[in-house]
């Protein structure tokens, strides 16, 4: 019965590549909300989740206000579906249509025009396979990292969608981060984003995300640590454009990077990342679709999350 469920996930998620392809933009995403909205009124462990991280990061609002801003924060995570499920039909400029900048771009591109790859560290907001697509059209090769997911074939059907994207992906498991290394050894001047909101190994550091112990993936500042690299924040939010719905990529400073060998230096700039981001996801909450656990008190308290195929 497992693998028959699994089975029949992967063929909906198969079918409604498909099928979202064929109707028209503003239908899918009306569709999605209805589907969005029965979520939250089911309130089920993952709207609930969602909730208790929006109420650490935002402790001001008020009952109501956090119920409305989980309200907006699922449909924003069943948005990323939407527009993963129609990507792969975009034309080019479309996305340069709906995607803009703001923030340390210029010296992003300074680092890549010099010849240098450049390092990012990103969280589970806006939609990362969008923010990939522009990325690879208008900085160049994109390398990146993806959770192994369950059951096989739907991971195997991501990697394929995003590698048909343009961008270079390799699956999160051991020796991932020697394959990373070598890759920035080159010197070829990639970008490299990296999900680091959330710790899925027992290697993760422990930070101050909005005043709250969490745990974050150390992977961006080791590596950054090791290469020397720079290493900058990125956060993305839905806006709308005009009838439709767009993303902003913010581009944040460079966090200083101290020498290899410093004491803590992988922490100090895990911090430096939590900062620029707890600052961002504070700002815009509902586009932090994070729907596990991820602050350590709850992660004290025992888990139910499960993989999703984001």
Not at 87 to 92: D, F, I, K, Q
């Given at each position: 019965m497992t693998r028959l469920r699994e089975r029949l996930t992967v063929l909906a998620f198969l079918l409604a590549w498909r099928l979202l392809r064929l109707i028209p933009a503003r239908l899918a995403y009306r569709l999605f909300d209805v589907a969005a909205d029965r979520t939250t009124a089911a309130d089920g462990t993952s709207v609930r989740r969602l909730r208790d991280n929006y109420a650490r990061v935002r402790p001001d609002l008020t009952e109501q206000e956090l119920q409305d801003t989980t309200a907006k924060g699922v449909r924003a995570a069943l948005r990323y579906y939407v527009e993963a499920f129609r990507?792969?039909?975009?034309?080019?400029?479309?996305?340069?249509?709906?995607?803009?900048w703001e923030g340390a771009m210029p010296q992003l591109k300074a680092e890549l025009l010099a010849g240098r790859p450049v390092l990012c560290f990103l969280g589970h907001t806006g939609n990362w396979d969008l923010a990939g697509v522009w990325c690879a059209r208008h900085l160049g090769p994109v390398v990146t990292v993806a959770e192994r997911l369950e059951p096989e074939e739907m991971f195997r059907a991501f990697l394929d969608y995003r590698e048909g994207l343009g961008m270079r992906i390799l699956p999160a498991q051991k020796g991932t981060f020697d394959v990373l290394r070598a890759q920035l050894d080159t010197g070829e001047p990639v970008v490299m984003p990296l999900l680091a909101d959330r710790d899925l190994s027992t290697t993760g550091v422990e930070v101050q995300l909005c005043g709250h112990a969490a745990r974050m993936a150390a992977g961006p500042a080791a590596l950054a640590v090791e290469s020397g690299y720079r290493l900058h924040?990125?956060?993305?939010?839905?806006?709308?454009?005009?009838?439709?719905?767009?993303?902003?990529?913010?581009?944040h400073d460079a966090v200083e990077v101290p020498p290899a060998g410093t004491p803590e230096a992988v922490t100090q700039v895990t911090q430096s990342c939590a900062d620029a981001f707890g600052a961002a996801i504070s700002e815009h909450p509902q586009d932090w679709h994070m729907m596990q656990r991820v602050f350590v008190d709850d992660l004290a308290a025992g888990t139910d999350d499960r993989r999703t195929a984001a």
């Open positions: 990507l792969p039909s975009v034309h080019g400029d479309d996305v340069d249509r709906l995607v803009r924040p990125v956060t993305l939010r839905h806006e709308r454009v005009g009838r439709d719905w767009g993303m902003v990529i913010t581009i």
